[in-house]
T-cell receptor, first 113, second 113 residues
Framework: DSGVTQTPKHLITATGQRVTLRCSPRSGDLSVYWYQQSLDQGLQFLIQYYNGEERAKGNILERFSAQQFPDLHSELNLSSLELGDSALYFC????????????FGPGTRLTVL | GQNIDQPTEMTATEGAIVQINCTYQTSGFNGLFWYQQHAGEAPTFLSYNVLDGLEEKGRFSSFLSRSKGYSYLLLKELQMKDSASYLCAVRDLRYTGRRALTFGSGTRLQVQP
């Protein structure tokens, strides 16, 4: 158990819909990262937040957005969903130390029908 | 961009030793990580290298050569539970504030009795 929690574990929805994925980082970690893992793409970095502020953006679509709240939990919002958005979405957190190792949550499996 | 290459699949025998290689190209190298991922589960941190040389952690060791853009993960005394995907990931600080990881596609290791 990494200490990172994600909800929900599974989500099934239809094309065109909007969903929100939630992540709580490990106690004391200020950075949150979101990754997408699909069968044909591997783990892809989407976006990073540090202490409430956006720090870096990866391959995140304009239909996706995220935020980090004062209590440091983060939400990833996916809208106008398409079949190709079906994937595992992982959240990771890290503290700002020497190694800054990222610890991953259990993931949310999103299925778009 | 960044290129990270690792073999797609490997097979080894229980009790044996296996070496999983990873090569990378990046201009702002700031660390290489190895993660283990069982199917459908979260990546689990295994090791971190930022300086050249070998880091040993029980049955797992990781080696880095920055001049060659090369790392390997060595697994000794293989057990059936070691059957998983092994992900090589590089941190690149070329972009201000970017501490996200770029992952290779992973090496699926199958341990046979």
């Amino acid at each position: 158990d990494s200490g990172v929690t994600q909800t929900p574990k599974h989500l099934i929805t239809a094309t065109g819909q909007r969903v929100t994925l939630r992540c709580s980082p490990r106690s004391g970690d200020l950075s949150v990262y979101w990754y997408q893992q699909s069968l044909d793409q591997g783990l892809q970095f989407l976006i990073q937040y540090y202490n409430g502020e956006e720090r870096a953006k990866g391959n995140i679509l304009e239909r996706f957005s995220a935020q980090q709240f004062p209590d440091l939990h983060s939400e990833l919002n996916l809208s106008s969903l398409e079949l190709g958005d079906s994937a595992l979405y992982f959240c990771a957190s890290s503290e700002r130390g020497h190694t800054d190792t990222q610890y991953f949550g259990p993931g949310t499996r999103l299925t778009v029908l | 961009g960044q290129n990270i290459d690792q073999p797609t699949e490997m097979t080894a025998t229980e009790g044996a030793i296996v070496q999983i290689n990873c090569t990378y190209q990046t201009s702002g190298f700031n660390g290489l990580f190895w993660y283990q991922q069982h199917a459908g589960e979260a990546p689990t941190f295994l090791s971190y290298n930022v300086l050249d040389g070998l880091e040993e952690k029980g049955r797992f060791s990781s080696f880095l050569s920055r001049s060659k853009g090369y790392s390997y993960l060595l697994l000794k005394e293989l057990q059936m539970k070691d059957s998983a995907s092994y992900l090589c990931a590089v941190r690149d600080l070329r972009y201000t504030g970017r501490r996200a990881l770029t992952f290779g596609s992973g090496t699926r290791l199958q341990v046979q009795p």
